[in-house]
Nanobody
Framework: QVQLVESGGGLVQAGGSLRLSCAAS????????MGWYRQAPEKQRELVAI???????NYADSVKGRFTISRDNTKNTVYLQMNSLKPEDTAVYYC??????????????WGKGTLVTVSS
């Protein structure tokens, strides 16, 4: 079993910053890509940012230049630094990781989500 636990969400004013963290634990052999997705009310879940095991990154156009994804492979943790937040960034943010378990099964795992609310 693998668990992903997010932290760092909350309420912030427009223009402010938040840093999300997501720690993976459990029967982990290796972790490939890690990413952040978000889902706003009555909208589909969308990719925010993703980072490969070697550090390559990709961002949604809506967050480029404002958000930065990073990871610490020694801690199996991925971060999302969010600056210049806008009300339209309000959503539940979910962590995702493609994990190869010690049983050598590769699967996508999801965290339970953390709410980010940006007030205008």
């Amino acid at each position: 079993q693998v668990q992903l636990v997010e932290s760092g969400g909350g309420l912030v004013q427009a223009g402010g910053s938040l840093r999300l963290s997501c720690a993976a634990s459990g029967s982990i052999f290796s972790i490939n890509a890690m990413g952040w997705y978000r889902q706003a009310p009555e909208k589909q879940r969308e990719l925010v940012a993703i980072i490969g095991s070697g550090g390559s990154t990709n961002y949604a156009d809506s967050v480029k230049g404002r958000f930065t994804i990073s990871r610490d492979n020694t801690k199996n943790t991925v971060y999302l630094q969010m600056n210049s937040l806008k009300p339209e960034d309000t959503a539940v943010y979910y962590c995702n990781a493609k994990v190869t378990t010690k049983s050598l099964y590769t699967m996508d795992y999801w965290g339970k989500g953390t709410l980010v609310t940006v007030s205008s």
